[in-house]
């Protein structure tokens, strides 16, 4: 797909095939109905929400000059408006794509987009800044994620991705739902079962990464939980609790709590923690 950036990089405007806007035509009443219910006139009735909102969705049609049979070319394209899920963050040091599939998600290229096993690999190496939040931003997160994953599920949308962006200068993680237009189509059920026989490749260890909808669902909850980290905001021992085991933390580990702890003893509230996701 293609992206073009508006002047004032507010908006993203990005490039759709013929099959994704048939798919977005036909979810779109369930996709209002949920921002519907997300910017809910009652405050307290508001749906908590990661996605990245659409701002709009457009035909763009270019007809070329006619050829010497008379005949005039027409070609067109599909575009989908939406927010910039960076926009006021100057200084993303990295951009984490994350699908919750371990299967061909590396990235080699440095500088690029990182991707699932780029995150695992560093957090394994203990090198880079690793994904800590507040024990109450994860709660938003999960609830974001909930129910969001449950509306997805129910158009039979799968293939979405959690964007995270790594602000250092602000000691914030930016978080958003991307790249829920796909459906589990025919094609995609083809595809799921072709990589699913090693044909094409991949560890027989390794789920691909299209999946039927409900499996993506799960596994999208589960590789969340286990890729951010949650730091105390009060002083405690320096304890975790991994699966059912209690083990030491790490030393990187220990030395980003001792930091969040001496910038939280004045705190007054969750919104001056050090990182917190964008539910928006």
Not at 232 to 250: A, C, D, E, F, I
Request: charged content about 25%; hydrophobic content about 35%.
């Amino acid at each position: 797909a293609s992206f073009i950036k508006t002047a004032d990089d507010r908006f993203v405007l990005k490039r759709i095939s013929a099959i994704e806007r048939k798919h977005m035509l036909g979810t779109a009443r369930k996709y209002f109905e949920h921002m519907g219910k997300v910017y809910h006139r009652d405050r307290l009735k508001r749906l908590r929400s990661a996605l990245v909102k659409i701002l709009g969705f457009y035909k763009v049609s270019i007809t070329k000059p006619s050829t010497g049979f008379g005949y005039s070319r027409e070609d067109v394209s599909y575009f989908v408006l939406m927010e910039n899920l960076f926009y006021g963050h100057e200084d993303i040091s990295i951009v984490y794509d994350l699908k919750g599939s371990r299967r061909n998600r590396y990235q080699q290229t440095k500088g690029a987009v990182q991707l699932d096993e780029n995150l695992i690999e560093m957090l394994q190496a203990e090198q880079g800044p690793g994904l800590f939040v507040t024990e109450s931003s994860k709660e938003r997160l999960n609830i974001c994620i909930h129910n969001d994953t449950v509306m997805l599920s129910k158009i039979n949308v799968m293939d979405y991705s959690l964007l995270v962006g790594v602000d250092e200068k602000r000691q914030q993680l930016v978080i958003g739902i991307i790249d829920y237009i796909r459906q589990y189509t025919l094609d995609k059920q083809v595809e799921y079962v072709v990589k699913s026989s090693r044909v094409m490749g991949g560890k027989a260890s390794k789920q691909p990464t299209i999946v039927p909808t409900q499996d993506y669902k799960q596994r999208f909850r589960q590789a969340m939980q286990h890729y951010f980290f949650v730091i105390p905001t009060k002083p405690s021992p320096w304890m975790m609790l991994l699966g059912n085991y209690q083990t030491l933390v790490t030393t990187p580990l220990k030395q980003e709590l001792t930091r969040c702890l001496k910038g939280s003893q004045g705190a007054k509230d969750d919104s001056e923690a050090a990182t917190s996701p964008q539910s928006s």
